[in-house]
């Protein structure tokens, strides 16, 4: 049994190598910002810290009651020059043990994160109005706002949105033609026309909806699927660590809200970390984890919200396996997951299940893997996640499979 923390930090440097006690999952769910789930059973304080060159820059702290996570909401904001992120959590017992979590996370480019508001059309010696958005809702960034006249030459100014998410800008065109429009930041380009005396062009159709969803062995995975789709979809997020099938079915009615809400024409689904629970059948049996009953009925439950996801013929999906874990005792849960994942999507048309357990562990467990003639490590240190890398070898392969269809 634990004992309760003491309300301090602990002194070493929670961001040099040391062993990784607790699960710390970086969600980046809310557009901007990222929150960090601290999954230790602490029953104190939890110290929140991000990990930059090797230094740790405090973040917070929260309060964990004992056999309870902690929450540190909007921990920090997401970047355009820093897409790569490392945290830590640290809590210290009174015996003097330290809860150590530390984990990464890919936040998506800047590239979709500005929207030009220009005019349908301007007029020769009248001012147009540029609108610049920041989608994301953070602010605090500069950009560079630069117009072109036709056949000219561009002239470029920073714009300041600090605290604010909007900003807008006027120029008086001069002459017939059609007048560029262009945001500048980091290597980000979001451009536009506002067509002077001549016809404007045709209005594009909007991306289609890939919904990127399950629990945390999808967080990093949305992130970089949304830079590899770039502009021919956008990516909606809901990533909910600790969600479980087996746990009274919990993913199901998830599944038919989201459905109904955001229409995706794709839903990529990576769920397993959190299974193993005893399951009840329709019958009202009760059946423990992890023989071929308990796979049959979990197998029901997946090829129901596969069903969901598909909306009727509508919609494909992918469902993503799970690698295989570091500990020994959750291999049997593990195995079972995806052995049900396959079983639930035989013959169910528009569904693909994509093996990530023999992409990351063919073999059973292994910390890194030759990628690109590369030997790389994939995997993150409490043995079930995958790292930074792995999230983008993964996202990779998913965006791939996408392409094929």
Request: net charge positive.
């Amino acid at each position: 049994m634990q004992t309760r923390a003491l309300a301090q930090a602990p002194a070493a440097n929670p961001c040099t190598p040391a062993p990784v006690t607790a699960t710390l999952v970086p969600n980046t769910n809310r557009l901007g910002v990222i929150d960090l789930h601290f999954l230790g059973n602490a029953g104190g304080p939890v110290f929140y810290f991000e990990c930059v060159g090797g230094r740790a820059l405090p973040l917070g702290e929260r309060f964990a009651p004992a056999g309870q996570g902690t929450t540190l909401w909007s921990a920090t904001f997401w970047r355009c020059g820093r897409l790569t992120r490392q945290f830590a959590a640290t809590t210290k017992l009174t015996d003097g043990q330290v809860l150590r979590g530390a984990g990464g996370v890919h936040t998506v480019s800047c590239a979709r994160r500005f929207k030009l508001e220009l005019p349908a059309r301007g007029a020769r010696g009248k001012l147009a109005r540029v609108r610049i958005v920041d989608r994301w809702g953070t602010g605090e960034v500069r950009v560079q706002l630069c117009i072109t006249a036709p056949r000219g030459k561009g002239r470029c100014s920073s714009v300041a949105l600090r605290r604010t998410t909007a900003a807008v800008r006027h120029f008086r065109p001069t002459s017939r033609g059609r007048w560029k429009v262009e945001l500048r930041v980091a290597s980000t380009r979001v451009s536009g026309v506002v067509p002077v005396g001549v016809r404007g062009g045709a209005k594009q159709a909007a991306p289609p909806t890939v919904l990127a969803t399950g629990d945390s062995t999808m967080q990093g995975i949305e992130s970089f699927l949304a830079d590899e789709l770039g502009d021919t979809a956008t990516v909606a997020t809901d990533v909910r660590p600790g969600l479980g099938i087996s746990k009274g079915d919990e993913f199901q009615p998830i599944a038919a809200s989201q459905a109904v809400r955001l229409k995706p024409a794709t839903t990529v689904v990576s769920i397993g970390a959190n299974e193993g629970f005893s399951q009840t059948t329709p019958a009202g049996v009760e059946i423990a984890c992890c023989d071929a009953p308990w796979v049959a009925e979990y197998a029901r439950r997946v090829r129901t919200t596969m069903t969901t996801y598909r909306r009727q013929g509508r919609s494909r999906v992918f469902w993503l396996t799970i690698p295989a874990p570091k500990d020994a005792r959750r291999v049997p849960v593990f195995q079972a997951t995806n052995s049900a994942i396959l079983q639930a999507a035989e013959g169910l048309a528009g569904v693909r299940v994509l093996r990530m357990d023999t992409l990351f562990s063919p073999n059973g467990w292994r910390e890194t893997m030759s990628y690109r003639g590369r030997t790389v490590r994939v995997r993150e240190k409490d043995g079930i996640h995958l790292n930074v890398l792995g999230t983008q070898i993964a996202a990779r392969a998913v965006a791939a499979a996408m392409r094929q269809r």
